[in-house]
């Protein structure tokens, strides 16, 4: 498919447990971001990367979260020792850098994640 | 810290009704967009407004770029229900896009 796509849909853990969220962005597409949505909320900012430049950590919430994105293309969301305040839907989007800071965000369709 | 304030934040109106949302911020920002989300999926981008003062109409949909670019609006004419959505406006700094908290719209038959 030729659009930002995510996985799991959803996923469902205990408590303390660590969770992976994958995304693959669009092909050709050097800017990524994730976001967490809380039921009905607008998006949080978590991360950015932008091409071979260091991530923006900034909307990282604790060090139990981090990204890496494997050859520029697809990124992972990790949850350490997950709590149930993480309960939440994670966005990915991608953005082609050649619009500047003007482009269109695409996301994906996210993942739900359920913390018991 | 939220850099974009929005309002409403919930809004229930009847079908052929005009509604405006606003978008409000103390940062500058060098573009402001606005995305449609419906449920259980990502939002869509509606516009993207660059300049101080832009006015981009979208059918029924009008959007308004601040002077000072730190504010924006979004007026919708005589609502239909497919308009139904929450609506999210979002701040470019560099690279990095901030958004507001949202406004759920409904709108009745």
């Known amino acids: 498919g030729a659009g930002v796509s995510q996985s799991p849909s959803n996923k469902v853990t205990e408590k303390g447990k660590d969770v992976e969220l994958r995304c693959d962005p669009i092909s050709g597409h050097t800017a990524l971001y994730w976001y967490r949505q809380s039921l009905g909320q607008g998006l949080e900012f978590l991360i950015y990367f932008q091409g071979n430049s260091a991530p923006d950590k900034s909307g990282l919430p604790s060090d139990r979260f981090s990204a890496e994105r494997t050859g520029g293309s697809v990124s992972t969301l990790t949850i350490q020792r997950t709590q149930q305040e993480d309960s939440a839907v994670y966005l990915c989007a991608s953005r082609d850098s050649g619009g500047g800071n003007t482009g269109e965000l695409f996301f994906g369709e996210g993942s739900r994640l359920t913390v018991l | ?109």
């Open chain 2, 1 to 109: 810290t939220q850099l974009l304030e929005q309002s409403p934040q919930f809004l229930s109106i009847q079908e052929g009704e005009n509604l405006t949302v606003y978008c409000n911020s103390s940062s500058v920002f060098s573009s402001l967009q606005w995305y449609r989300q419906e449920p259980g999926e990502g939002p869509v981008l509606l516009v993207t407004v660059v300049t101080g003062g832009e006015v981009k109409k979208l059918k029924r949909l009008t959007f308004q770029f601040g002077d000072a670019r730190k504010d924006s609006s979004l007026h919708i004419t005589a609502a239909q229900p497919g308009d139904t959505g929450l609506y999210l406006c979002a701040g470019n700094t560099y690279q990095k896009v901030t958004f507001g908290i949202g406004t759920k719209l409904q709108v009745i038959p």
